[in-house]
């Protein structure tokens, strides 16, 4: 089917960026919608962006809007996730997920797909 592969995390300080990758392989023509989620310890697991592959848009949620940026590499089948102004609230294990449903997906259940999650750590 679909398989995805994040990688990119690591420990930065607060204020500073992290560029985080998700690369597809498998039958991605299956994919209408790649994003990203996030779960903090102790936490529920939280939407961050969605961005649709064949229209082009990205969706993100209010708590990273204007700090977080969508972009894609087509001929590597990679999602970029480009992370400015980390804050410590930001630390969390983020998810690459994808959707093969018409509805834009704004929550967990909404997705097929899940990478197993790259580690991010904001410190103060």
């Known amino acids: 089917q679909v398989q995805l592969v994040e990688s990119g995390g690591g420990l930065v300080q607060a204020g500073g960026s992290l560029r985080l990758s998700c690369a597809a392989s498998?039958?991605?023509?299956?994919?209408?919608?790649v994003g990203w989620f996030r779960q903090a310890p102790g936490k529920e697991r939280e939407f961050v962006a969605t961005?649709?592959?064949?229209?082009?848009?990205?969706y993100y949620a209010d708590s990273v809007k204007g700090r977080f940026t969508i972009s894609r590499d087509n001929a590597k089948n990679t999602v970029y996730l480009q992370m400015n102004s980390l804050k410590p609230e930001d630390t969390a294990v983020y998810y690459c997920?994808?959707?093969?449903?018409?509805?834009?997906?704004?929550?967990?259940?909404?997705?097929?797909?899940w990478g197993k999650g790259t580690l991010v750590t904001v410190s103060s």
């Open positions: 961005h649709s592959w064949s229209l082009g848009r990205t």
């Open positions: 498998g039958r991605t023509s299956l994919m209408r919608y």
């Open positions: 997920a994808a959707s093969k449903k018409i509805g834009l997906p704004l929550d967990s259940d909404g997705m097929d797909y």
